[in-house]
Structures are given as C-alpha cells and as structure tokens.
C-alpha cells in the first residue's frame, strides 16, 4: 500500500517478544499496513529493542505504551526520552484489544481439571472466568510470559490449559477452548511503530513530546496554559522522575495537530522558551483494530 513513508531502506523491525506476543502482533499490523520489508529482530526486554533501534540504521521498533488497565509501560517512557539518536520518533500508533484465550491440547473444555498456566497479569485479568467456568480449586501455575505458558503445556498432562492469544494457538498447535476470557472486555493496549524519519502531514494526526521545568511554583502551569492560548487539544500527560535529581519530573504530553501546522509549530517554539528540557517525540496517526 502506499504509506506516505519513505520504508524502503528498512532491513529490521525490532519488537519486544517472545513470540507470540501482544507486540508481535502489533508489529504484524504495522508490517501488513505499510507493506515493511524488513527483518523481524526479537527482543527480551523494551530496553533491548530501543537500544538496537538507536544503534541499527534502517531500523524500525514496535513496544507496547500503556494498557487500558494497567496504565502506561513506564519502560517504554524512560527509554523513548533518552534515545541518543534524536531523529527517531514515533511514526504510527494503534489500538489492539487483549483477548485471552483458554488454551490447551485436548479439545474437551470440561477435561481441564489440573491446572491453569499463564504469566500473572493474565490470571489475574481473568480472575472471574476461573472462578465461575472452572473447577473449584484449580491449580493456577504462574509462566514468565503467556508465550512460555502455552508452550510449557507439552510438559504437563491433557488436565491442564494455558491462557494466551489466538497466535499462540497457532504457534504451538493448540485448540482454542474459550476466547475473550479476560474480565475487562474493554482491555486494549497501546503500541508504538518507531524510527528515524517523519511521518507525512495528514489530518486527524496526534503529536508528543516530553520536556522539564523549572521547580519552583506554577512552572508547570505557564507551560500547559500555551496549549489552552494556542487552542489545542491536550488529550495525555504524564510524567516520570527525571532518575537525576530527586523531586525533578519529566512530563510527557500528547496533543492534536502535526508539527507542520504553523498553530503547533508556534505553541511548541513557545514551550522550549519555558522549559528546561524538551524533547520532541513523534507526529503520528492513531489506527484502532476491532479484533486480532
């Protein structure tokens, strides 16, 4: 398709694993969106994949931002301000919906008697399913990751399941039990495509960035008041400890506009002016998807 990106050149998309991840599934959408090329680079840990995309030219990364329930993934905010390579923005975002699964070898829902096994934020978002479906009692066996549970099922007898996504199904050859198990039905997580160009101008787009100021009383305030005087619409922030001094904060905000926007390009001028440290993080646009 035509992406309005210049993805040519790129040879790796780095995405935090283990296969069969939440995030490679992102990162599935985002090779399937914009036609990517590249070679799919798997790491353990988000620290891993920001590194390799700051140090790898033509290189892309896909990291999971916040969660509908558990809030943002403060690794992926820690990392993404001290990039080294200040031309790596996010370039694209999308929406996905966590929906877990009741995995397991036998195709007979009532058999899975011995156990449930899964990363613990897995059991503990499908908390009330295994308490009214299953039965009372059940061992539940905590996994490094959803990924680990459903492939650690080969060590144990047709008695037990693993809770995971439709892929892991696929990956490990698994029969589907249940779906959409997870309490919340509205959980979704947030994930970032990364790199090192600019996303084209287009209406509708959101924009980041992260930046200090001075502590002493109402700094905070004379910057956010530039987004209500300019007539943008703040739609995030947050903010995580600077790790220099202590009671020092870096804020991260998301509002609408591109940075190609004159109205933009004049609050952000506006903000460097009252800060003591800024950080541009990317224009993008936001996809949500129904299913996965």
């Known amino acids: 398709m035509k992406s309005g990106f210049n ?51 033509n290189t892309l990364g896909v990291l999971p931002v916040e969660n509908s329930i558990e809030g943002a993934v403060r690794e992926t905010l820690d990392n993404l301000i001290k990039l080294q390579n200040p031309n790596i923005k996010i370039l694209s975002e999308v929406i996905m919906p966590i929906e877990h699964c009741l995995l397991a070898r036998t195709t007979e829902f009532y058999s899975i008697t011995g156990g449930i096994i899964s990363h613990p934020q897995a059991l503990a978002q499908c908390q009330n399913f295994i308490h009214t479906e299953m039965p009372y009692r059940i061992e539940t066996i905590e996994a490094s990751s959803t990924a680990e549970a459903a492939r650690s099922l080969s060590n144990y007898n047709l008695t037990y399941a693993a809770i995971g996504s439709k892929k892991l199904a696929s990956i490990y050859r698994l029969n589907i039990l249940r779906e959409n198990i997870n309490d919340d039905k509205s959980n979704s997580t947030r994930f970032i495509l990364i790199g090192d160009c600019d996303a084209p101008f287009a209406r509708g787009m959101q924009s980041s960035l992260a930046f200090s100021t001075e502590n002493k009383p109402g700094a905070l305030l004379d910057v956010l008041e530039i987004f209500r005087n300019n007539n943008i619409n703040l739609s995030y922030i947050s903010s995580r400890p600077s790790k220099h001094k202590f009671g020092e904060y870096i804020f991260i905000v998301s509002f609408d506009g591109h940075t190609n926007s004159n109205q933009i390009l004049r609050t952000v001028e506006e903000m ?20 996965v």
């Open 7 to 57: 993805f040519d050149n790129i040879e790796n998309i780095a995405y935090l694993g283990p296969s069969g991840s939440y995030t490679e599934m992102a990162a599935d959408y985002f090779v399937d969106k914009y036609n990517l090329r590249g070679r799919p680079a798997e790491h353990k840990t988000i620290r891993q994949v920001m590194e390799f995309v700051d140090s790898t030219p």
């Open 272 to 291: 460097r002016q009252k800060t003591t440290f800024f950080r541009f993080l990317g224009s993008y646009y936001i996809d949500t998807v129904a299913n």
